[in-house]
């Protein structure tokens, strides 16, 4: 609908309360184009039937480039090995940990279950065949090159609707539809085309939500509104940083309402508020309901237990039917023998009877006192009984060890305490040094003495063995037992230190009984656990934010080295890519890596577009004013929105210290094709006002155009269609990884010299 058009009907209903007309199209910064000045080519290119071929052109080529050999190759590719699993467990409906959201995760196991994909393939190793072990791989493959197809109709879609001509929008989804890593990405099971696609759908959205601003309310209006918060809860629910585009379009919005808060738009408070609920509950409540109702889908079919049991509490674990802690554990009692267990390192708490030396290496002085170490084994040495500190009946449940509970630990075959006390541990001289005391000797008593405190539990609860998470915190010098993965000199056999933490809350001070030894009461049978167990119930809330805490936590932890991770300052000019596949029969690989010519003219857009900012602000400083109201408020506004979404989805990975790779640029790359477009439409037809300097004083500016779009226009844009095609043919053997190349037309594919391939010849390896 055409925005005069929404201007009539706005004045036609606006209530007296309403602010005064709306300002005109240029007051906006909407491209309108006045159909008198309009050559005869622009005029056939700019109708309807027109761009309706057009796109269909456009997204019938995606079409093909995403499904060309999508069978090829029949085995896992890359990050296939996880997402392909995940997929099989929401089939097998076995529990797993993942650091990403579960809804495109969720659309691959729904897709696996529509192509008759068992679940029982495991995608253990890259290179694994999917043929020999009876994958209907393709059909999973099919969801994302389905998306990933459709993205470009909707990059179309945002220019157009932004108000750029039908060659403008060509543009834009060209650089996305003959790029080599969308491509890639999009013909495997991965996440990105997902992503990618809920975000270029969230920014459509947005963009007719915005043109209809003179509608506000009105049917239309609440339906833009709330897609857009629908299709960006998709986009988080995606893809971990997915919650990039809702940083983005929450700072559209508040430079929106911020706007609104101009006392130039005659608009009461009470109005204001309004447009802030409406905003409230189109993009923070129907999102973050979405957002939820993808972890109670995934929660919901995920209910046996699975290789994601042991990143969980205790009390998730045993939410999960044939789990091996709601199977196996067993309330423990007091005089109980047990081992315990460190919850990060997974050693046992150990001792023997061998002492600490006299002086360190340091030449610190030691307690020489019973070495308590971590022992990764199973070991008599291991055995703890747990002995009470007030006293207990004969039988009965009053023999139970409970949360909070004050209890003695002693080690079974030294027949010592567990002891800390004020002196420095071996390694870290800012921890206590953990030993033991003699069973017979009272004197150190109280330095014996520990809190026994279950993680998230109420006032007595039962502890449990493997079931429960729990501290030991020293009941006089406060600090907690703990362990760290360093191992100790040869006097303590390489073992691991064990020693006292002074932070009593370290999350990592966690520990566990794993097993009971031997049960010292009559009734010990009476506990054994039944053969079958019914899982425990957990509210939905309680493992929600539970998993949502160990996802930002494992994420944040992915700080190992990679072979292909890559700076984020390196990603818009594509100085190296990822190795997806490798074959070595016939010489043939996938290569992630991007159509350089469509990355480098994304990258000079940018560079441009940054310039024509600042030059703009520069010359307002100076009271110059070369571009007229109308063009800058384009600029500012609809450039900007792009600008926007580039820079939330790029700036926030340089503060991140976890593995990087080039695919997390794709979101900024499709944002900053679109900047392109609107930097070539403004290159190309915008009215430009110069001033003229005569004897050191500016005149009055005098009107010219820059460029007629004209002929010109297409010309151009048929050229780099043509130089983007040409150079998405080049590099499509490393894209689609056939057919092979010999080492010397791997030489040639190298476009620059920081591109690691496979198979080159002897000058490239000594490149």
Not at 1 to 19: D, K
Not at 96 to 119: C, E, N, Q, S, T
Not at 534 to 543: I, T
Request: charged residues 15%; aromatic residues 14%; glycine residues 6%.
């Amino acid at each position: 609908m055409a925005e005069s058009s929404l201007r009539s009907r706005y004045r036609n209903r606006r209530p007296s309360s309403q602010p005064e007309s709306p300002p005109s199209d240029d007051e906006d910064g909407h491209p309108q184009q006045d159909p008198n000045s309009l050559t005869q080519l622009e005029m056939i290119l700019e109708s309807r039937e027109a761009s309706m071929v057009v796109v269909g052109v456009l997204t019938a080529l995606a079409f093909a480039l995403r499904f060309y050999k999508i069978n090829h190759p029949d085995q896992v590719v890359f990050d296939e090995v996880h997402f392909g699993k995940f997929a099989a467990y929401y089939i097998s409906r076995e529990y797993y940990f993942d650091v990403h959201p579960p809804f495109a995760k969720l659309l691959f196991g729904l897709a696996g279950w529509f192509v008759g994909f068992d679940g029982q393939f495991n995608f253990e190793n890259i290179g694994d065949n999917y043929t020999e072990n009876h994958v209907p791989y393709v059909g999973m493959r099919a969801l994302p090159a389905i998306l990933g197809s459709l993205t470009i109709p909707i990059v179309y879609g945002i220019m157009k609707e932004s108000g750029y001509g039908t060659v403008i929008a060509a543009f834009s989804a060209s650089i996305v539809l003959f790029d080599n890593a969308h491509v890639a990405q999009s013909r495997l099971i991965l996440l990105d085309a997902t992503l990618i696609f809920f975000l270029s759908l969230t920014m459509y959205s947005y963009v007719r939500f915005r043109k209809l601003r003179y509608l506000p309310f009105s049917l239309e209006w609440w339906g833009w509104l709330v897609g857009t918060g629908i299709f960006m809860a998709c986009a988080w629910g995606s893809k971990v940083n997915g919650v990039l585009t809702v940083v983005a379009i929450g700072v559209a919005v508040l430079v929106d309402l911020w706007d609104l808060l101009d006392v130039r738009k005659n608009l009461s408070m009470e109005h204001f508020w309004r447009h802030f609920a409406a905003r409230a509950i189109g993009l923070i409540a129907i999102p973050l309901f979405v957002y939820l109702s993808f972890f109670w889908i995934h929660f919901t079919i995920l209910t046996h237990s699975g290789t994601g049991d042991s990143f969980m509490s205790p009390q998730f674990q045993e939410s999960l039917a044939g789990n091996e802690l709601l199977m196996n554990s067993i309330e423990l009692k007091y005089y109980d023998t047990v081992t315990l267990r460190h919850k990060d390192t997974k050693v046992f708490l150990h001792s023997h009877p061998e002492r600490y030396p006299l002086r360190y290496d340091d030449g610190r002085i030691s307690s020489q006192g019973q070495q308590v170490t971590g022992y990764g084994h199973a070991d008599e040495n291991n055995w703890w009984q747990i002995i009470p500190t007030k006293a207990l009946p004969e039988t009965g449940r009053g023999r139970i060890v409970r949360h909070n509970d004050v209890i003695q630990l002693l080690h079974v075959t030294t027949e010592t305490y567990l002891l800390t006390h004020d002196v420095a541990s071996p390694l870290m001289p800012t921890n206590q040094e953990f030993t033991t005391w003699a069973r017979d000797d009272l004197s150190r008593y109280n330095d014996t003495l520990f809190h026994l405190y279950l993680n998230g539990a109420h006032e007595g609860e039962p502890v449990r063995s493997k079931s429960g998470y729990l501290r030991l915190v020293h009941v006089p010098t406060k600090v907690s037992l703990w362990s760290h993965r360093e191992q100790l000199p040869d006097w303590a056999f390489r073992q691991q230190e064990v020693n006292g933490d002074k932070n009593p809350m370290d999350r990592s001070a966690t520990w566990y009984f794993d097993d009971v030894v031997s049960g010292d009461d009559e009734d010990a049978a009476s506990r054994s656990p039944p053969e079958v167990k019914n899982p425990k119930p957990v509210g939905f809330f309680r493992k929600f934010f539970e998993l949502q805490l160990l996802m930002l936590q494992h994420n944040a932890g992915l700080t190992a080295s990679h072979p292909y991770a890559s700076a984020p300052i390196n990603w818009p000019f594509l100085l190296s890519g990822i190795s997806f596949w490798t074959q070595n029969e016939g010489q043939k690989q996938i290569y992630l890596i991007g159509n350089i010519f469509g990355w480098w003219t994304c990258a000079l857009a940018l560079s441009l577009y940054v310039g024509i900012l600042g030059a703009d602000l520069l010359a307002k400083r100076r009271g110059i004013n070369p571009i007229p109201i109308a063009i800058r408020n384009r600029l500012w506004n609809s450039a900007g929105f792009f600008g926007v979404v580039w820079l939330v989805h790029y700036f926030p990975f340089f503060l991140m210290s976890r593995q990087l790779f080039i695919h997390h640029y794709l979101p900024s790359h499709l944002a900053s094709a679109l900047v392109a477009g609107a930097v070539l439409h403004f290159l190309l037809s915008e009215t430009i006002e110069y001033p003229i300097s005569i004897a050191g004083h500016y005149t009055r500016p005098r009107p010219r155009q820059w460029a007629e779009l004209g002929t010109r226009g297409p010309v151009i844009v048929v050229g780099f269609f043509i130089a983007l095609f040409v150079t998405f043919v080049y590099l499509a053997p490393l894209t689609y990884g056939t057919p092979g190349l010999d080492g010397e037309a791997v030489n040639s594919k190298r476009l620059l010299s920081s591109w690691t391939l496979h198979f080159a010849a002897k000058p490239y390896e000594q490149a």
